[in-house]
């Protein structure tokens, strides 16, 4: 009966051993997206490197080129998203906030 026992109890205490390894062995391929977002980041790491940069000046131009290789959005903005950038612009330019604010950004999305 001890010996048993005692081999449950030396089953129970390797399991987790055992689970540990079958996750190390097990790793995710990175999606393609994944992928992309890796060879552009390192295709800016190295433009900010042969460039020199440094710091503020460095993080700036990583999230400009972050930006620029995932397909220049801003350029082509809709009517809706030109006309809510406008709006928001009046909005801070007059300080509001709160009601105040989403009253007048509805207004002014209204027409």
Known sequence: MRKLVLAIC???A???FALAQEKK??????SAAQKR???RMKDCNEQASTKKMEGDERKKFMSAC???ASG????KM???QSRMKDCNRQ???KNMKGDDRKKFMSACLKG
Do not use: H, R, V
């Open 78 to 80: 809709t009517a809706q």
């Open 37 to 39: 977002q890796q060879q």
């Open 25 to 30: 062995d097990t790793k995710k391929e990175p």
């Open 10 to 12: 030396l089953m129970f």
């Open 66 to 68: 972050l930006k620029g």
């Open 91 to 93: 909005a801070s330019e």
């Open 72 to 75: 220049k959005k801003d350029e």
């Open 14 to 16: 390797c399991t987790p």
